[in-house]
Nanobody, 127 residues
């Protein structure tokens, strides 16, 4: 059972990146997927989540209107489209899975205890 985040890189302010969270060893169909990020010296913070039950989405205020989460169950992958990137978006981004519904209260506290976690991917926004 594994989650793998990918798609990070170096981008200029105002640019875009699309992150992917791919699952192996289990199907994402029944899992909510959350994205988190952690910048150096800072606590891990939640970014976005998509549920499995109805595909509903939630976003942290800091990314609302700029980031879009989506899922393609046929590819067993969840995506995070990040537009209008800012230097403060620089962080290691992680994805995590929990059964069915986005555990917002848990995610707001850093997502500790969520069922599956992937290794992160570095996003650097700099000119």
């Amino acid at each position: 059972v594994q989650l793998q985040a990918s798609g990070g890189g170096l981008v200029q302010p105002g640019g875009s990146l699309r992150l992917s969270c791919a699952a192996s060893g289990f199907t994402l169909d029944y899992y909510a997927i959350g994205w988190f990020r952690q910048a150096p010296g800072k606590e891990r913070e939640w970014v976005s989540c998509i549920s499995s039950s109805d595909g509903s989405t939630d976003y942290a205020d800091s990314v609302k209107g700029r980031f879009t989460i989506s899922r393609d169950n046929s590819k067993n992958t969840v995506y995070l489209q990040m537009n209008s990137l800012k230097p403060e978006d620089t962080a290691v981004y992680y994805c995590a899975a929990e059964y069915r519904i986005c555990p917002i209260a848990t995610m707001e506290k850093g997502g500790y205890g969520m069922r599956y976690w992937g290794k992160g991917t570095q996003v650097t926004v700099s000119s």
